[in-house]
């Protein structure tokens, strides 16, 4: 969850994870801490450090120690979450997550993954406990692109 200003990626991901974010806290305010992983120095890193107030830890940090615990809920919103990344999830036992965008759903023995937009290259099918849900009506968009007439997706307009 890093963005940019729209050179490669945008702030698509981060909005949408900010808004879990809001629909979560207002939800389970006093069950559970919020906090974000980022990169230092990022634009994702400036608009969840003005649009909140939780800790935000870093990437580079995380991925050297073993900062997880087993009892965790982890949301990720990245296309292809890092490889290292995942690796401390399952190294420290976490079970409890949701990917958005994930490319490899072979990496988690349990979870979600909601890809709306990556199974028009490839059909994902998970060899462990792991529910994808996966097509185009589980691109979730903010509700002003709700009334675009055309969505282009791969030079087709559906």
């Not at 490889?83 to 949701?98: A, D, Q």
């Amino acid at each position: 969850m890093d963005g940019d200003h729209g050179k490669l990626h945008g702030l698509g991901h981060i909005n949408r994870t900010l808004k879990l974010y809001e629909i979560l806290k207002e939800k389970y305010n006093l069950l559970f801490n919020f906090f974000f992983i980022t990169r230092k120095n990022t634009l994702g890193h400036e608009v969840i450090r003005t649009r909140t107030k939780e800790k935000i830890f870093f990437k580079e940090i995380i991925s050297k120690r073993n900062f997880f615990k087993k009892n965790d809920n982890i949301i990720i919103d990245t296309l292809g979450a890092e490889k290292l990344f995942l690796l401390n999830l399952k190294l420290s036992g976490v079970t409890k997550v949701i990917s958005f965008e994930e490319l490899n759903p072979n990496f988690f023995k349990k979870g979600l993954i909601i890809n709306g937009i990556y199974f028009t290259n490839k059909i994902l099918k998970s060899k462990n406990f792991v529910k994808i849900y996966q097509n185009i009506k589980f691109i979730s968009l903010d509700p002003k692109f709700k009334n675009k007439k055309k969505l282009t997706l791969n030079k087709t307009v559906l």
